[in-house]
Nanobody
Framework: QVLLVESGGGLVQAGGSLRLSCAAS????????MGWYRQAPGKQRELVAF???????NYADSVKGRFTISRDNAKGTVYLQMNSLKPEDTAVYYC???????????????WGQGTQVTVSS
């Protein structure tokens, strides 16, 4: 079943900005590490940005200084603010998280269904 739902993708001109959001679609106990990945046509899925449960962050070199990942633990939501977008940022962006559904359970890995980001030149 769908657990992570992304929103905020779309078409933007080069130099523009978009903000992606990813939230759990139902009540869960906790979300641990979260991240955003992307996959362009003909390419492998790659990590864009990562944020730990303690809010430590890591970014792909290609997006450093342009993208910012953040999280709102109360809302179970992760965001990706994307500025100074380039045509090479065009891809389907996927949310990823390790989720504990109920207290005392192990964490499980979940993926969102993806949201398209298209940057025109």
């Amino acid at each position: 079943q769908v657990l992570l739902v992304e929103s905020g993708g779309g078409l933007v001109q080069a130099g523009g900005s978009l903000r992606l959001s990813c939230a759990a679609s139902r009540t869960i106990f906790s979300i641990n590490d979260m991240g955003w990945y992307r996959q362009a046509p003909g390419k492998q899925r790659e990590l864009v940005a990562f944020i730990s449960s303690g809010s430590s962050t890591n970014y792909a070199d290609s997006v450093k200084g342009r993208f910012t990942i953040s999280r709102d633990n109360a809302k179970g939501t992760v965001y990706l603010q994307m500025n100074s977008l380039k045509p090479e940022d065009t891809a389907v962006y996927y949310c990823h998280a390790y989720v504990v559904l109920r207290p005392g359970e192990h964490r499980y890995e979940y993926w969102g269904q993806g949201t398209q980001v298209t940057v025109s030149s």
